[in-house]
């Protein structure tokens, strides 16, 4: 069991609660939660073990936190399915630009619902609402995104991001799985040197009109332009988690503030100098 009122709350959905569930109401729990929730990974950095358990995932949503797609998808399918949707919980793949395509590795936990949507709110700067799972291009504010079936995975799906999206695709596997089944690959990303979560601190939330990303020191804004600025202080910094992404961090205490800072500081002097 969760807590249900409490999870519409930090969604700002309190008129959901209650009600059957419906088309209307998925789009609607979708767009909140990717507007409100942020893709994060700064858990890694401050230096705290988190798991795949969906349950504790909540418990961090309704701290006003957010994570990555083990995080939030688990979570969001909880909510799901307490408000009566049937929810698949799939092995994915998001495969990096220019990289070799690895198919559905499980790095990624992707969900479907109702055997007639892909929904997604684990993939930063992508899914601002479900699509059908049906072959095509679908069009969401800035962004176009195609799917069509996997040639990687017999009977999966493929998901292609937008251009100017931060990752080139992902792969779905298609049959159910539990969460256990993310564990082994969680820890990996979550402690391995050649981990992108432990290379750089990200922080992602999607809108109607695009993406704010933050990657290290680089924050961008992303629609129908690309703008990009370096925060320079560290108030600037938690200042844009705050005001962009809803991050106030009240859970971080200012010696983990200070060291958090050390940390982006030096990833961003070796990611400039190319180390």
Known sequence: MIDVDGYLRRLGLTELAGH?????GLWALHRAHVERIPY?????????????????SVARI????????????????LLLEALGYRVTRHVGGVQRRGGPLTGASGDHLALTVDGRWLVDVGLGDALYEPIPLTEGEYRQGPFTYGLRPSEAERGGWRFDHDDRGGFAGMDLRPGAVPLEAFAAKHEHLSTSADSGFVRTATVQRRDEKGADVLRGLTLARVGETVTRTVLQ???????????????TLGDVTGAERAALWRRLVTAHEQWSSGA
Do not use: M
């Open 233 to 247: 202080t560290q108030p600037e910094y938690f200042a844009a988690l705050g005001d962009l992404f809803g991050l």
């Open 62 to 77: 309704l701290r006003d936190r957010g994570g990555y797609c083990f995080h939030l998808n688990g979570a969001f399918a």
């Open 40 to 56: 994060e990974n700064l858990e890694i950095w401050l230096g705290r073990p988190t798991t795949v358990d969906a349950g504790e």
């Open 20 to 24: 059957q569930r419906s088309a209307e």
